[in-house]
């Protein structure tokens, strides 16, 4: 191994930083399992184990929310918290294939595959962040434009009350409506990141506003100018010439997947942060599942081959939310698609991922 020692290795590191973890919460959620769900029969050795499932465990038992976190009923209470997933079971802005209106229900069922402890950063969410799910807004799937002012306000909602808004779509129409949703709270521009195979930037399609439109309308939003929008992974066959019409004339920064292989990731997040962020006071940041290569991602509406590795993509959002972020949102995850759960899989881990990085650099908690 040369002058490499194995104490250097990252796996080595993390496992000695899993002793420095407190397990307060998890004794807390184990106590509350046991006053809840009752004490386990007689025959059950390890009596931290309840009657009925409470908990993170068993994985495959419960009524899932996102990370098995508390169900907020009363969305009045949600500035308790700091972090705040919610669902926006929106697809009435699909123009190909429907079905990203059941994306948040995959995604809540598939993450009962996860612990709220991230390995190689040394974070456990469960211990670090008050986290809830306070459900799904209630979209009206036959017209988008009402959908749109839900959305809005619901983000609107949980943006002022101090959470952060962690945001499962949903078609990517739903992009413009969370953005307007925050924009008034910042006191000053909005940048936003985005990810993606498609440009989004066109004014109608097929004369509405649906997932092809998201940023030409985010970005009329007066403190959020489109030179402050930042668009990585597109490219391919699906990305309409009326769109990037407008990225040109409106001075968006687009960065395709070859630029990424040329000059790495590490420096088009440098690039990206640096555009986004010039003069601007919070980044909002989109990731489309679809930006990684289709052969990673089936369940989505509008697969495209030669996207991102999943590898990629998760250093890119890592590298994105160490600098902090406003809000978050994932997308075109289109169940009825999917192979093993495997895209709405992706989505999870690309939310966990990106609030281990603020936590792990001190973006959050906010308050």
């Known amino acids: 191994m040369g002058f490499f020692h194995k104490e250097h290795f990252e796996g080595i590191q993390a496992a000695h930083a899993e002793a420095s973890i407190p397990d307060t919460k998890w004794k807390e959620e184990i106590k509350r399992g046991l006053e809840f769900g009752l004490e386990a029969a007689d025959s059950i050795q390890d009596r931290n184990i309840s009657c009925f499932s409470r908990g993170e465990l068993p994985h495959f038992a419960g009524i899932n929310t996102l990370l098995k ?86 983000v609107s909602h949980v943006f002022a009350s101090g959470a952060f808004p962690m945001i499962m779509g949903g078609d990517h129409s739903i992009g413009y409506p969370c953005v307007r949703g925050i924009a008034p709270h910042i006191d000053g521009n909005i940048g936003i ?33 489109a030179v402050n929008l930042v668009q990585i992974g597109i490219g391919g066959w699906q990305v309409p010439r009326d769109g990037v019409k ?33 003069g601007a006071k919070a980044v909002y940041l989109s990731f489309d599942i679809d930006c990684v290569d289709a052969g990673f991602v089936p369940g989505t509406g509008w697969p495209e081959p030669g996207g991102f590795l999943p590898r990629e993509a998760l250093k890119l959002l890592q590298l994105v939310a160490r600098e902090g972020i406003c809000a978050m949102e994932v997308v075109e995850v289109s169940p009825p698609y999917d192979i093993s759960d495997i895209t709405a899989q992706l989505g999870v881990r ?18």
Not at 193 to 221: G, S, V, Y
Not at 354 to 360: C, D, H, N, Q, R
């Open 69 to 154: 976190v508390p169900y907020l009923e009363d969305v009045r209470k949600v500035g308790e918290y700091d972090v705040a997933f919610m669902g926006v079971p929106h697809d009435c802005g699909t123009t190909y294939r429907s079905g990203t209106r059941f994306g948040p229900q995959a995604m809540r069922r598939i993450s009962a595959l996860y612990t709220p402890y991230y390995f190689e950063m040394g974070v456990d969410l469960r211990e670090s962040l008050k986290m809830c799910d306070v459900g799904d807004v209630f979209t009206i799937n036959a017209n988008n434009e009402k959908s749109f002012d839900q959305i809005s306000k619901a």
């Open 193 to 225: 990141i985005h990810l993606d195979r498609h440009a989004d930037t066109q004014e109608k399609d097929m004369d509405e506003r649906m997932h092809t439109c998201p940023w030409f309308h985010a970005t009329n939003i007066p403190n959020a100018p």
């Open 246 to 278: 407008v990225a040109r004339e409106r001075g968006t920064t687009i960065i395709s997947v070859a630029d990424c292989e040329k000059i790495g990731i590490e420096k088009v997040a440098e690039i990206a942060l640096e555009v986004a962020w010039k």
């Open 350 to 367: 690309a939310m966990l991922d990106v609030l281990a990085t603020m936590v792990a650099n001190g973006k959050l908690p906010k308050k």
